[in-house]
């Protein structure tokens, strides 16, 4: 291929990660237990000005704890939206409940509110019962309409779980996502803004749901002098290690955010004489992370452009690129599941790409992608 792999979103080590994880070695602190882990867990919590964080081994596993706090059990049902990765909806079948689909709105590709009151009314009507909780998620890093989906919510008394593991960083109204809802959800993956190597974060004001998801995930093992369990618990905690590494690029996330943002930017003027591209603007009040540069395709009326092809034609210049995700009401494995949609969230997985991204791309590296995308939109 001669030119070197370009990576949708590699992870980046800032160097100031070595020192705290020395201090992990040192102490002889490598296990789901020791001092890096607390200080991780105020770091975060400062930083989103939220009161109460737990440092988990996934953001999968945050909302499967967060689900289970709630109260959240078999047969059961949990709003969802269904433009996102699995791991937000793969854990409410965890718990045995049944995940209710929701379609997006097509100015921030998020949770429709409109839509998920009306689907609220009819499994109500349908069910005799509410569902028992909402898992809203905000999609490669831009702000849902978080304020209209709290008001749905509130009015029909149902807990919200905000999804942010993509968006750590972004703010509505100058407030971080992840602290509206009644529990955040944050994630450390390697692809991440930030990354602790795998890891995951749930956050809350209350004291007593961050208490009981560190119990939880640690074997729910109970205060006595040999092990005894009173209820069912996982393996769930983050290690000290990994925390380690997650002090170290909390100093780094502003400037992760910056140079993700720094992409947008230059992908988004670049191609801004292309009709055929487009790209998602940030509506009044939201500010993105930009964690994924994301783009939608619109057909000429001389030429048909297919992402899919698009995307082989960038990897055989050695660059990584994705499609937008599969809507989880057209998985497989959710088929059975009910589903309320509108066609926004299938028609951007069939026109969508996202671009490489990662906060460690060079000027050089961005424009060989402007230039292989060109000449997928200049045939």
Known sequence: MGHERIWLSSPHMGGQELPFIQEAFEANWISPVGPHITAFEKELALYNRIDHVAALSSGTAAIHLALIILGVKAGDEVMCQTFTFSGSCNPIAYTGA?????????????????LLEEAIIDRIKKKGR?????????????????????????????????????????TF??????????????????NKIITTSGGGALASNSESWIQKARFLATQARDPAPYYQHSEIGYNYRLSNVSAAIGRGQMLVLDDRVKARR???????????????????????????????????????????INPEKVRLKLEEENIESRPLWKPMHLQPVFS?????????????FETGLCLPSGSNLTESQRGRVVEALRKQVMR
């Open 130 to 170: 509410k569902p028992a909780a909402i898992v809203l998620v905000h999609l490669y890093g831009m702000p849902s309409k978080i304020a209209d989906i709290q008001n749905v919510a509130r009015k029909f008394d149902i807990p919200l779980i905000e999804d942010a593991a993509e968006a750590l960083g972004s």
């Open 98 to 114: 049944m995940p209710v689909f929701v379609d997006s709105e097509a100015d921030t590709w998020n949770m429709d509110p409109v």
């Open 336 to 348: 059975d599941c009910p589903a309320y949609v509108t066609g926004v969230a299938q028609k951007l």
């Open 262 to 304: 720094a992409n947008f930017d230059f992908y988004s003027n670049a191609l801004s004489r292309f009709e055929e591209v487009s790209f998602l603007s940030e509506p009044i009040g939201a500010m993105s992370n930009r964690w994924l540069t994301t783009i939608t395709f619109k057909n000429s009326d001389n030429q048909e």
């Open 173 to 190: 109204q100058g407030r971080k996502l992840g602290t509206f809802g009644d529990f955040g959800i944050y994630s450390f993956n390697g």
